[in-house]
């Protein structure tokens, strides 16, 4: 399919297994995503989601199949497809040596953008995080939902059009989650990113997503909704998704 930013074709993953043969942890999966699309991606745990993000973002290839990322092979594109993707990952990965500032700069700074300009746009996203007054503390000294929200702002300053998002607010507190969620729906909303966002929950997946892709253990697509497209009422939806993830 032309278009697609992200397209996967036939694409399996495995792992080796402890015992000996392989792990599928993703099983021939299709799946094209277009430009400015809001995909909610919601599974068991195990299922495959995370490994994903991986593929797509180049720290992995697929033992089978292949990835595109606006058109390239985002395994051999790596340096090519630098700040094009933004991640938030399932833990916040800050590094524990650097203060929460220059962390929420570290996608800036690896873009080469010049360091006044880096801090302001990663205070900026502090401040919009509710941070404003740690920039200067290290992971340590913040909580764990602080610490989620570093990782979100260093995701959401850089103006990377295709932004991964793997259950970033499930560590927060519900208001705080809350808040975030509309902050994230403005940002790729007003700025037309590309977003997929994997989540657990039902409720959040309908609110963030504009389609919604089930998978089943191994990652296979056991439903593939556009939500905007619906007719069907809020309970005959959460319904097929909640039958979906049963299966
Ligand atoms: N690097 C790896 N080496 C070996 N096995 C792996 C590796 N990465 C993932 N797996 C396995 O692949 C399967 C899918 O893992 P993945 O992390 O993608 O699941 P997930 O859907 O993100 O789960 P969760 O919802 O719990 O985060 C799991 O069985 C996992 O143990
Ligand atoms: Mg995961």
């Given at each position: 399919m032309t278009g697609a930013e992200i397209l996967f074709e036939g694409v399996s993953k495995w792992f080796p297994a402890a015992r000996g043969g392989r792990l599928v942890a993703v099983d021939r999966i299709d799946l094209a995503v277009a430009r400015g699309e809001r995909l909610a991606l919601l599974g068991q745990t195990g299922c495959g989601k995370s490994t994903l993000f991986t593929l797509i973002a180049g720290l992995a290839r697929p033992s089978e199949g292949r990835v595109l990322v606006e058109g390239r092979d985002p395994f051999r594109a790596f340096a090519a497809l630098r700040g094009r993707i933004a991640i938030v990952f399932q833990n916040d990965r800050l590094l524990p040596w650097r203060r929460a500032l220059d962390n929420a700069a570290l996608g800036l700074e690896l873009m080469d953008v010049p360091p006044a300009e880096r801090h302001a746009r990663a205070g900026h996203w502090l401040a919009r995080l509710g941070l404003s007054g740690h920039e200067r503390d290290y992971p340590h000294a913040l909580s764990g939902g602080m610490r989620q929200r570093v990782a979100i702002a260093r995701a959401f300053a850089?103006?990377?059009?295709i932004l991964l998002c793997d259950e970033p607010f499930s560590a927060l507190d519900e208001l705080t989650a809350q808040r975030l969620r509309a902050e994230f729906l403005s940002l790729v909303t007003e700025t037309g990113r590309t977003a997929i966002f994997i989540t657990h929950s039902i409720s959040e997946a309908l609110e963030v997503g504009q389609r919604l892709v089930v998978l089943r253990r191994p990652a296979r697509i056991a439903c593939d909704l556009r939500l905007d497209a619906i007719t069907a009422g809020p309970d005959a939806i959460r319904a097929q998704i909640r039958a979906a993830l049963a299966a």
């Open positions: 850089t103006d990377a059009p």
